[in-house]
Structure formats: structure tokens, C-alpha cells
């Protein structure tokens, strides 16, 4: 069975752009998925190797494409196959030089032929309008779901960048407190940059090639079918004119444009099959974002990694509070403070949030009383004895806290609030929150009606190429039957004289 295609080149990506199709038969192969296999596997024939590929489907590999593109194959056979009949024909006609005795003399004979060539015409005007309003759909509906994925790109590297940028402040405020946290700060941006790196890749070079492959394909079809309708009007004009040297061009044009039109067919069959499997992918992709081969184009970070940078962010927030709760209670036992109940100090511990098990985040751990990280320096600075204070001064005024210890305890306290602003953003990349989202959308509420689309502008290309067939076979047998006739001007039968 066929199935139709419509307007993605580099979408590959997509188009911007995975290893599982509906069951369905393809040209020469099976394009459903081995169930052995999972539903990841194709079996289509790759004329690259002469063998099949059974690979998924993986925009970076050419035996993808190659395999893809060739399920086009019975379009662009059907090309090479009326291209050679017309050049045979075209010898035969200067060889042989026929005479028109083939067909009968009679009026009705005529009429016949007349309206089996106005019939085609209207076949493949109507054909053509259908595939040029169809071709735009497809146009407008590739290029949104071509900017949902560049978007959802560059929205994760406006994400990692904004998580770099907070990392490297606080790197640079505990590099002088404490120099392994700030190396392990180092590791993550260093991977985050990584990340960031890979998808600005994507969008920054292959959308241009998607945004070119889509337009090239889109106007492939504008050219070829204006110049096919403007040709067959000529023709019908030339017909009733009876300039039978134009006429004939025109034939040989439109024998031309008629196989350039089974050659878009196959390409069309070609990019449904490949807007297929990209839909299916974006629906795999839920499942198994890790083993899939969209991460290539916004990769999201492997489990084992983001559980990693999760946990040592966790790590460094929980061992920073901690320290400073340790330092708080031996203040309050030092000075009698949780002897009195000043409320300045609250439930006299700071909120941890994280897990002293596996370090993961429950914000819930803190009761209302707790204090917040960021609080700590504002409490603080009130029992802090600065440089230009007497140390006897500041016991006098209750002011304990030496101004060196103070601003450490203000740096850690700046760096982990700053961790836990950005934490959301870090838990959203490391668990693939927007590329989910973003194929959750697409596989939702895109790819059906992008697939619809390009189904019918297949359905209207392989009718047009059909009618096209039938036309220009009329135009031929209508040409043989004038061949040596006189006719009037506009007039379907002719003189006759001609007819004695």
C-alpha cells in the first residue's frame, strides 16, 4: 500500500527530528517495526548496500535515508519508465512517420476525442489547484512543528545558560571559602556547557539547512505545477487555433512536466513515510527519552549523569546547611541563646531541604519556623563585631560573630540560596522536562494533522500524475487524428474536403 508525504528535507530534523512506525507495508519492504526488536527496527530496502536496513529510524545515519528515500521508488520508476516510452515513441513518429487512418473519419469520432481531452484538462486543473493549496498546508504545518522543536532547543540552552551562569557566580564566591566544592561546581558547568553546546548545533546549523529544505521542496512543486497549468491552458488554446507546431511543443513540454510530476510523487510518498516515523518517534520518545534517536538532535542528559549532578548539588546544599546548623547550635550553647526566646533566631536552625539519605529534594522537610538560607547574613549582621568595633566593645553589645567568619557564613549562604533559585531550572534539564513537553505537544496535537496534510498532497500528486498520463496520451491521439486535416478556426471537426 501507499502512503503520502509532503514538505521536511532536513527534518531530518526536523525537523528538527525515531525508531517506530505503524505497521504498514512499504514499496519493496515492510516498513512496521520487528516486534522481536521492540518496534525499534525497519526492514527496507538500502540501495546504497543492496540489502535491507534494519536499523530504526536515526536522521544521522545514510542508510536511513537511503532506505527512506527509496520507498519513493515506484514514483520515480513510473518517471524513468514514461520518460523512455516518450523517447521511443518520439523516434518511432520521425521514423515511421504515421498516417491518421488509425482513427474513424467520422463527426462523432471527433466530438469524442475532443471531449476526452476537455475532460482530462478539467481533471488536471482541478489536481493542480488541490496540490498547490495542499502543498502551502503542508508548508505552514512543517514549519510549526520545525519551530516547536527549535524553540524547545533554544529554550533549554537559555535554561542551561542561565544554571552556568548562577554555577559560575557562586564557584567564583567559594573559591576562597573552599576549593573542592568550587572543583565540583566546575565538573557540572563544565557538562552543562556540553549540553548547551550539542543542541546550539542543532539550531544554530542544522535549522538553516531544515528552513532550505523545506522551501526547496515547497517551491519544487509551485515551479513544476505553474508551469504544467499555464502548459496545459496553451494547449487547449492551441488546440481550437489548430497551430499544430505548437501544439506538438507543447506535447513534448508536458511529456517533460509529466514525468517530473511522477518524480514528486515518489518524493512525496518518500517524505510520508518519513514524517511517519518522525511522529512515531516523538511518541517513543516519552517512553525511552535516553534510547532514542531524537536525543541526537536535543539530547537529554543520560540517567546515570543527572542523577549524578543532581545529587552532588544536593550534596553541597545539605553539607553547607548543615555546617551552619552545627555552628548555630554550639553559638546557642555557647552563649545561652536557646535559653531565651527573642524569636530572632526562630526554630534556631536553617531549612535544609534535602535528603540526608540520597540527597534528593523535599522542600516539606522545613517547618514554617525554619530559617531560609538567604535570611541567614540579614540575622546575622546584627550579632557581627566589624573591623572598626573593639572586641570588648562588641561582647558588651552581644556582637560575637568576627566579621571573617561573617562574611564566609554570608558566601555559603549567597551560593546555596543561589543553588536552590536555580534548582528547578536544573531538575527541569536533568530530567528532560522541556524536550518531553515539547514531543508530548507535537505527538499530541501536531503530528496528526501534519500527517493528514502530507497524506493528501500525495493523494492529489500521484491524481495529478494519473490524469497527466491520460491527458497527454489525449493530446497524442488528438494530434495523430488532425495529423494533414483543415479546420476552422475553433472548430472540432473538420473542413470537409479533407474528409473525401
Request: with cysteine; aromatic share 12%.
Amino acid at each position: 500500500m501507499s502512503k503520502p508525504n509532503g514538505v521536511v528535507a532536513a527534518f531530518m530534523l526536523l525537523l528538527f527530528l525515531t525508531s517506530v512506525v505503524s505497521p504498514k507495508l512499504v514499496v519493496f519492504g515492510s516498513s512496521a517495526h520487528d516486534d522481536e526488536d521492540h518496534g525499534h527496527g525497519f526492514k527496507r530496502p538500502d540501495p546504497l548496500r543492496f540489502k535491507y536496513y534494519s536499523g530504526g529510524y536515526n536522521v544521522t545515519n545514510k542508510h536511513y535515508w537511503a532506505s527512506a528515500a527509496f520507498t519513493g521508488v515506484h514514483g520515480y520508476a513510473i518517471a524513468a519508465i514514461w520518460a523512455l516510452s516518450g523517447l521511443g515513441f518520439g523516434l518511432f513518429v520521425r521514423l515511421k512517420s504515421p498516417g491518421s487512418g488509425f482513427f474513424s473519419d467520422s463527426d462523432c469520432c471527433y466530438v469524442v476525442m475532443f471531449l476526452l481531452v476537455i475532460l482530462f484538462t478539467v481533471f488536471t486543473i482541478v489536481a493542480t489547484g488541490f496540490v498547490l493549496k495542499q502543498n502551502q498546508s503542508s508548508l505552514q504545518r512543517t514549519n510549526k512543528l520545525k519551530n516547536t522543536i527549535l524553540e524547545a532547543g533554544q529554550e533549554m540552552c537559555s535554561t542551561i545558560q542561565r544554571v552556568v551562569n548562577n554555577m559560575t557566580l557562586i564557584q567564583s564566591q567559594l573559591l576562597k571559602y573552599d576549593k573542592q566544592t568550587s572543583l565540583l561546581l566546575n565538573v557540572t558547568i563544565l557538562r552543562l556547557g556540553n549540553e548547551s553546546q550539542t543542541i546550539q548545533n542543532f539550531v544554530h546549523k542544522n535549522g538553516h539547512s531544515i528552513e532550505n529544505g523545506v522551501h526547496a521542496s515547497q517551491a519544487s512543486h509551485v515551479v513544476i505545477l505553474s508551469i504544467n497549468l499555464i502548459s496545459v491552458v496553451a494547449a487547449i488554446v492551441l488546440l481550437l487555433l489548430h497551430w499544430h507546431h505548437g501544439f506538438i511543443t507543447i506535447i513534448i513540454l508536458c511529456w517533460i512536466l509529466t514525468t517530473l510530476c511522477w518524480v514528486l510523487t515518489g518524493f512525496d510518498f518518500f517524505l510520508h513515510n518519513f514524517a511517519d516515523d518522525t511522529c512515531s518517534a516523538f511518541e517513543d520518545f516519552e517512553q525511552n527519552p535516553q534510547n532514542n534517536s531524537l536525543s541526537v538532535i536535543l539530547p537529554c542528559m543520560n540517567s546515570t549523569h543527572s542523577d549524578e549532578v543532581l545529587s552532588n548539588v544536593g550534596y553541597i546544599i545539605h553539607k553547607f546547611i548543615s555546617e551552619i546548623n552545627k555552628n548555630i547550635e554550639r553559638v546557642y550553647l555557647s552563649f545561652g541563646l536557646h535559653q531565651q526566646d527573642d524569636g530572632l533566631f526562630g526554630s534556631g536552625k536553617i531549612c535544609d531541604p534535602f535528603s540526608a539519605a540520597n540527597y534528593t529534594y523535599v522542600p516539606e522537610k522545613c517547618s514554617k519556623n525554619d530559617i531560609q538560607i538567604g535570611e541567614l547574613p540579614n540575622v546575622l549582621s546584627g550579632f557581627t563585631c566589624y573591623g572598626e568595633n573593639s572586641i570588648k566593645n562588641c561582647r558588651r553589645q552581644g556582637k560575637f560573630i568576627p566579621q571573617n567568619a561573617y562574611d564566609k557564613a554570608r558566601a555559603y549562604s549567597e551560593s546555596v540560596q543561589g543553588m536552590l533559585d536555580i534548582y528547578p531550572d536544573l531538575q527541569s534539564l536533568t530530567n528532560c522536562t522541556i524536550v518531553k513537553t515539547t514531543f508530548s505537544e507535537v505527538a499530541v496535537n501536531q503530528c496528526t494533522s501534519f500527517k493528514f496534510s502530507i497524506r493528501l498532497l500525495w493523494s492529489w500528486m500521484l491524481s495529478l500524475s494519473i490524469f497527466m498520463v491520460a491527458l497527454v496520451i489525449s493530446w497524442v491521439a488528438r494530434a495523430w487524428q488532425d495529423k494533414g486535416r483543415h479546420f476552422s478556426r475553433c472548430s472540432i471537426i473538420p473542413n470537409p474536403p479533407d474528409r473525401l
